[in-house]
């Protein structure tokens, strides 16, 4: 974690964390991961992560890390731990853990990645919603309660949520939904639960309402919540109030749940601010109006409106229209341009305004002269040359023949508005560009990867090795039925085609099943299917809802065509050899029968006695050789070659091999060593035969003819030791790793067939007879030492 942090403190967003929220839960993601990979292939890895990944990505959004960031942060660690790995002294290659190790962290940042899109794209929905709600709500009377609802729609466990704004001091209950507050009732500010939360401007959270001590307030004491959630509403250093939410069912509120409650309570503070202003705007048109109406009638009215002129908190400024100069400013306009109220004063009206602003500047006087009002937004300039924009709205006042005398206008700065909306594009922008990175990176993947949402089953999102994979292009579906209409209808491998319930995305999106490379037909356009391997997994918030689930398909079309030709041309090969070796018997028997009945003639000349010896050894050359056929069938096609295990000693069997041998051989030499033990156990002495015959008959045919080939048996304990050794030219290493493997013969030195049998089968019935009687065989060949076969059979069956 040390090599990591200092990698990934390079990161913007991590730069400024202190290390306990950097580090987050990773140490705990390893520590699993550690226990998968000496687990192995027993567990499994996405069930063996948890939640780890899923809190890591909310805390990451909640802290500014954009998706690329979070797993730029899986990819370093990822690569510091294969680094110090690699590393290490004695370092051991384990291909299971090392596949564990990378399938775990590949699920770690898919879950991350899921996670964080999905909390992202949740948390932008909702403040998309509270923007809406907020365009039909002109004052917080109106725009509260709405914000309040969308809340308690967006977050489930909601049961009651209030928003209490500051007035002289003391927080007030402006707007309540469900059981909990009431609308009037005053918290004073540093008591109670609400009265914390603003003194000290921090989110608070407590676990049971009725008993924590923090929460005096007696109607959220009786309200009967479990959790209690509050915030404030800030902006920058002023505080406005804070927003509360409850909940009955659940003492904890997630991760996911706060971040998102943070979030809205941002966004309301900026809305909330804007309705404020919309308030006062509309309070001091109202004003102006009247106070202008009263300025007409008397003198008295005119001190009146000369008092709210110069107390409104909105800009106001009289305009002579016939010289159309500023005629006279309140403060607030006057501060809002960065000048006193009489710097103001008979200076040109176009002068207030951006000079890139002045060209419309008609247009709008030509409006506010024909009709009793107008409003319009435009770009002013401050005495500093920076410019803000405004909201304006203009009355015309008209003398009895009906020219326009002067015209009154009332200003509100709206760069607090324009920033709220630029911030919802931004965030509307963020959303879009975090789709295409996350498209991007599943356009990596060789795995077709596509996504749907719950409970409709809508496809959102597809890789292009999808489109690849099926040959049509991807369109986003409504349902799951759309699917099928889209895509065409699946088959199992068997042909029975797939119902929409039995699809394994539907299965994962309405019982949250997990399915794991389940075989499936796609058809494509031209009539052909494919097959693939189709893998899905639902997506569960918080609260084990789910809310949406992944598939991966993998194409293994051609690894399935290329696996039957193979198993049915093997199967027809071994099949063919049983059938033509058990009937090769009855002929060869016939013949073996007639040569021994003519060796055994006294009248047969000794030319003719000499030809039908031959006819006799090449048949029984025959029956070694269909033997040996039948012995592979059996192993192929059977189970492997049987063992009929009984008491015996290993020493006699040796010495009849060897004794055979020096009479098929007898122009060589061999020699038999039997060192000092004990030789009895349970073993198929004939099968025990067959290898001593069959490893001598190797040696002797393959070393030269003055070589001599001896044997040696030795007592290893629980095993007996056998050893078949000739000098000569040494196997080939690129030969040694096929040596037992059937029909390797004749250009293999050193090795191959047994004796003279010439099929190359000798040895593979060697290690399949050795195999069976739970032994193993050994094989080293240099120049100098020659070549030694080396077989250890275990005195009593492996589990006796």
Same mark, same amino acid.
């Given at each position: 974690? &040390? ?7 390079? *990161? ?79 370092? @051991? ?7 564990? $190790? ?14 964080? &899109? ?128 409850? &909940? ?112 419309? =500047?008609?247009?709008?006087? %030509? ?8 409003? #319009? ?18 009355? %015309? ?27 919802? !594009? ?11 990175? =996350? ?11 596509? @996504? ?12 292009? !090795? /999808? ?15 759309? #699917? ?18 039995? =699809? ?11 399915? !794991? ?12 299917? /494919? ?23 993998? +194409? ?26 058990? +009937? ?30 031959? *006819? ?26 049987? @063992? ?34 004990? #030789? ?11 290898? /001593? ?17 001896? $044997? ?27 040596? $037992? ?15 003279? &049998? ?6 593979? @019935?060697?290690? !399949? ?32």
């Amino acid at each position: 974690m &040390s090599a990591w942090e200092v990698e990934v403190r390079r *990161i913007p967003a991590a730069q400024a964390l202190p290390r306990l929220a950097l580090r987050d839960g990773l140490p705990r993601l390893l520590e699993v991961v550690a226990t998968l990979m000496r687990r192995g292939a027993h567990g499994s890895v996405e069930a063996g992560l948890g939640e780890i990944p899923d809190r890591h990505a909310i805390e990451r959004l909640g802290e500014g890390f954009d998706l690329r960031q979070v797993v730029t942060e899986y990819r370093l660690l990822r690569a510091c731990v294969l680094r110090l790995w690699t590393r290490r002294e004695n370092a @051991i290659h384990l291909p299971e853990a090392e596949r564990v $190790f990378h399938e775990a962290m590949d699920e770690a940042v898919a879950a991350s990645v899921s996670r964080y &899109s999905l909390a992202r794209e949740r948390t932008l929905q909702a403040l998309d919603r509270i923007s809406t709600a907020a365009l039909g709500s002109a004052d917080a009377a109106g725009l509260l309660p709405r914000l309040l609802q969308v809340l308690r729609e967006t977050v489930a466990v909601v049961d009651v949520a209030a928003v209490l704004l500051l007035e002289d001091g003391a927080l007030r209950v402006e707007s309540v939904v469900g059981n909990g507050m009431a609308v009037g009732d005053v918290v004073p500010v540093g008591e109670g639960f609400t009265g914390t939360v603003a003194a000290t401007r921090q989110p608070l959270l407590v676990h049971d309402a009725g008993s924590d001590r923090r929460v005096s307030e007696p109607s959220l004491r009786d309200a009967g919540l479990s959790a209690l959630l509050g915030a404030p509403l800030l902006l920058g250093e002023q505080l406005l109030g804070v927003v509360l939410m409850g &909940s009955r069912a659940t003492r904890e509120l997630s991760e996911e749940d706060q971040f998102l409650f943070r979030a809205m309570a941002a966004r309301t503070t900026a809305l909330l601010l804007q309705a404020q202003a919309h308030a006062r705007e509309r309070e001091a048109r109202a004003e102006a109006e009247a106070s202008l109406a009263r300025l007409r009638k008397s003198e008295a009215g005119l001190r009146r409106w000369e008092q709210v002129f110069k107390r409104l908190g909105v800009g106001v400024a009289v305009v002579d229209a016939a010289e159309e100069r500023l005629s006279e400013v309140n403060p607030a306009f006057a501060r809002m341009h960065g000048f006193a109220p009489e710097e103001l004063t008979g200076r040109r009206l176009e002068d207030i305004f951006a000079p890139e602003a002045r060209g419309v =500047l008609p247009r709008h006087v %030509a409006a506010a002269n024909s009709k009793p009002s107008h409003e #319009y937004e435009s770009l002013h300039i401050r005495k500093d040359g920076t410019r803000f924009p405004a909201f304006t709205h203009i009355t %015309a006042f008209k003398d009895a023949a009906g020219r326009v005398e002067q015209r009154v206008a009332t200003v509100v700065d709206i760069t607090q508005r324009r920033a709220v909306e630029m911030d919802r !594009q931004r965030l509307l922008s963020a959303i879009e560009a975090e789709r295409a990175r =996350l498209a991007s990176v599943l356009d990596q993947m060789p795995a077709g990867v596509f @996504i749907a949402d719950a409970p409709s089953g809508r496809l959102v999102m597809a890789s292009r !090795q /999808v489109e690849v994979i099926t040959g049509k292009p991807f369109q986003p579906s409504s349902s799951m039925q759309d #699917y099928l209409v889209d895509y065409g209808v699946s088959l199992h491998p068997d042909g029975k085609p797939y119902s929409m319930e039995a =699809l394994p995305l539907a299965r994962s999106l309405r019982h949250g099943e997990v399915v !794991q490379g389940e075989e499936m037909l796609i058809p494509r356009d031209d009539g052909q299917y /494919v097959t693939v391997l189709l893998s899905s997994s639902p997506i569960l918030d918080r609260e084990g809802t789910i809310i949406a689930a992944v598939a991966t398909m993998v +194409d293994v079309s051609e690894r399935r065509r290329a696996q039957e030709a193979a198993l049915q041309a093997a199967r027809f090969g071994e099949r063919l050899i049983a059938i033509v070796s058990h +009937d090769l018997r009855n002929p060869l028997n016939a013949i073996q029968l007639s040569a021994t009945q003519l060796l055994h003639s006294e009248a047969l000349p000794e030319r003719e006695r000499r030809l039908v010896t031959r *006819i006799a050894r090449s048949g029984d050359r025959m029956k070694r050789m269909i033997s040996e056929l039948l012995d592979f069938t059996r192993g192929r096609l059977g189970g492997g070659i049987p @063992i009929q295990r009984a008491a015996s000693d290993l020493r006699s069997v040796v010495r009849l091999g060897v004794e055979e041998l020096e009479a098929a051989w007898p122009e060589r030499k061999l020699a038999l060593r039997v060192e000092p033990g004990r #030789y009895e156990g349970e073993w198929d002495a004939d099968r025990l035969l067959q290898v /001593v015959s069959n490893l001598g008959g190797n040696a002797l045919q393959y070393s030269p003819a003055d070589a001599p080939v001896s $044997f040696t048996l030795s007592d290893g304990g629980a095993s007996v030791v056998l050893e078949v050794h000739n000098p000569g030219e040494p196997i080939a290493p690129e030969t040694l790793p096929r040596l $037992f493997d059937p029909f390797r013969r004749g250009a293999i030195v050193g090795a191959g067939g047994s004796g003279s &049998s010439g099929l190359g089968l000798g040895l593979y @019935i060697v290690e !399949q007879v050795v195999k069976g009687h739970g032994g193993r065989i050994e094989v080293t060949s240099t120049a100098q030492a020659g070549t030694t076969f080396r077989v250890a059979l275990p005195r009593l069956p492996t589990g006796g």
